[in-house]
């Protein structure tokens, strides 16, 4: 069973080319971030006449998450219990809570799609609703895993947190910025004291995630990784090979994320004659 997790930077944009990598890379599953947009706006019959069905949370043209599945797709949970909102009060008082989180279960996996909030700055009042909804995240995790032990659980995504200095290209560049902060961090590595794993990191699979469109910053490798796969021991276990997809940072009008990619010793009926990666 083939897993990814990819920030699109709007699906409306790229359909074409994540159906297509999808198709070429004989993807079972993967979590999208930022597809900006609305349901009824979401390009379903690319990803129909490709085998794949979608579930998303998208409220608007900022944000939002989806998973696309050739695989059954069950238990699908809308964002995660005492989830922070963010901006202005409604007309009930309450902020309201932004489509950054999006869970499912395929084959028996407990699976999710994050977008973490940016945090702007440190300054911003984006950067403590950071680390609140990081610390719910973290809360809510640790009390599924008491609840379902031994059922793997994965969180994928954008993580927007380089959580060591060889994480960027250029750690002087960063002062006093967010995605590097302390605080940052230690909610980054509090979700591995919790019990989860870097399934790429622990192989020992290097390399950045993300590259800004600006000042030519792919072509000098001038990136960051920031997107991840952070899994139980109980997925962790099922991990077979990883790696980060550079490639899908070239061509035409590409995210300025790239895909991140685990295969697990997970049978299904589309396993037969799968390609390894390594």
């Known amino acids: 069973m083939r897993v990814a997790t990819w920030n699109v930077n709007s699906i409306r944009t790229r359909v074409g080319r994540v159906v297509d990598w999808l198709v070429r890379e004989d993807v079972d599953v993967l979590a999208m971030q930022e597809i900006k947009c609305k349901e009824s706006q979401f390009p379903f019959e690319a990803f129909a006449e490709a085998g794949y069905d979608v579930e998303l ?18 238990e699908v ?64 995790t640790s009390e599924w895993m008491t609840a379902h032990p031994g059922q793997p659980i994965a969180l994928m995504g954008d993580f927007n947190i380089a959580p060591f200095d060889h994480d960027v290209w250029d750690i002087a560049a960063f002062e006093g910025k967010t995605h590097v902060s302390q605080p940052e961090r230690d909610a980054f590595h509090a979700l591995e004291t919790a019990g989860l794993i870097d399934a790429l990191r622990s192989r020992g699979v290097e390399g950045y995630t993300y590259w800004d469109y600006q000042q030519l910053r792919f072509p000098r490798n001038e990136g960051m ?50 390609p390894m990666i390594f």
């Not at 999006?102 to 950067?127: C, F, M, Q």
């Open 57 to 74: 949370h998208g409220l608007n043209q900022w944000n939002g998450v989806a998973f696309a599945s050739r695989l059954p797709i069950e």
């Open 77 to 140: 949970t809308v964002g995660f219990p005492a989830a922070p909102g963010f901006g202005k009060v409604d007309d009930a008082g309450e902020l309201p809570v932004e489509a950054r989180a999006l869970g499912v279960t395929v084959a028996g996996i407990r699976l999710w799609s994050l977008y973490v909030p940016n945090g702007r700055e440190l300054d911003n009042p984006h950067y403590p609703y950071k680390l609140e909804w990081l610390d719910r995240l973290r809360e809510a």
């Open 225 to 274: 990784r920031i997107d991840f796969i952070l899994g139980s021991a109980a997925f962790d276990e099922l991990v077979t090979a990883a790696r980060i997809d550079r490639e899908e940072r070239k061509g035409d009008a590409p995210s300025d994320h790239v895909p991140v990619v685990v295969d697990l010793d997970v049978e299904t009926e589309d396993d037969d004659d799968r």
